[in-house]
């Protein structure tokens, strides 16, 4: 008998006597009230079989919790609807008034510089500081902002990249505050973002060179898999398909948006036997080291190649001969995502997932009709 209380008794304590959280935590559901913000931590506790403590510790320094158990909490808290964040801010006598802006790595400061001002414009207007967050390779990084989030530090976030933030099976949207994505739609299909339609721009600049003659053409890409590459390369393909074009009728250069990548293309286009005689670049500073590159090479811009770069940075317009781009709304991404990061912050709902705004061609002097 002492045997078999022992047995119960170590059962109960590891929690392998209770139903799955999953199915505790619907039980708490139909006694719950509707509204999820009246979810409490003791809530959640009771659906994964921990104790408070352990809710809070697995939410706020998960590295100090078993996997499983984390793993039962996190599930506990999706399945209730449970803001952790909520709980934050009504330990404080109010916000923290602290935006996070999250910039993906080697995000080129050239064009983000202006992305930055319309954020920072919108959001200190309405009496918001910034705080800076960088995706970088920096060991503790995300951690840092995942632990910021949670700790109830934060009141919602701006993410200029593809993914948000995460540490230990937790994103920074599991906290459950507001947040927007800004230049790029992010991994987490419920968060709205504001963008440029990525794929009708690029098929302005492909359509402004076959117009112009040029049937054989180079396209610098950027990072493959990136969620402006995608919709840009698809745009480029569009465009060479409307013409009756196909594979065989332009030369893909791999990149990463930087000035790096078009020089390393600029090195290889000067190799070929056979040049392309109109160049669609995904950015201007791959554009603009590409066409110094091929010019100090001996090649001429635009009477022997033509460049439309994708961006409008304001080097374009002091390099010679100046930059014939897609000019982003760039100040617009920024202070749209802003305002409407603080309609979510106020609790309306967002108007539409995505936002798109329209990019415009800067016609200048780096492309021209193809060489007869």
Known sequence: MAELFRSFASRLENGSLMPPAKERARRIQ????????????????????VSTAT??????????????????VLAAVRDL????????????????????????????????????????????QAGYAVLMGNLDSIDGKEKYLVDLVFGGHIDGALVLAST??????????DSGIPIVGVCAETDVPDIPAVVVDDEVCCRAQTRYLLDRGHRYLAYLAGPRGNYNERHRYAGFQAEIAAAGLGPDDFVRFEGSYDFA????????????????TGVVATSDEMAI????????GGLRVPQDVSIVGFDGIELGDFIEPTLTTIRQPRFDL?????????????GEAAPQRLTMLKGALDERESAGPVKA
């Not at 809710?55 to 039962?72: H, I």
């Not at 293309?265 to 056979?274: I, T």
């Not at 080291?289 to 100090?296: D, E, Q, S, V």
Request: zero cysteines.
């Open 30 to 49: 139909r006694r719950a009230p509707r509204d999820v913000s009246k979810i409490r931590i003791g809530d959640v506790a009771r659906a994964a079989g």
């Open 334 to 346: 920024g202070s749209t995502g802003a305002k409407l990061l603080l309609q979510l912050m106020r």
């Open 55 to 72: 809710v809070s510790r697995a939410l706020t320094f998960p590295d100090r919790v078993q996997a499983e158990t984390r793993e039962r």
């Open 164 to 173: 948000v933030p995460s540490h230990a099976g937790r994103t920074i949207a």
């Open 289 to 296: 080291a590409f066409m110094t590159t091929i010019r100090r």
């Open 261 to 276: 990548s078009g020089i390393a293309s600029g090195k290889a286009f000067l190799a070929l036997e056979r040049r392309p």
């Open 81 to 124: 609807g449970y803001t952790p964040n909520t709980a934050a801010r009504q330990l404080r006598a109010g916000s923290s008034r602290t935006v996070l802006v999250v910039v993906g790595p080697r995000r080129n400061p050239p064009f983000f510089s202006e992305v930055l001002r319309g954020i920072d414009v919108a959001l200190s």
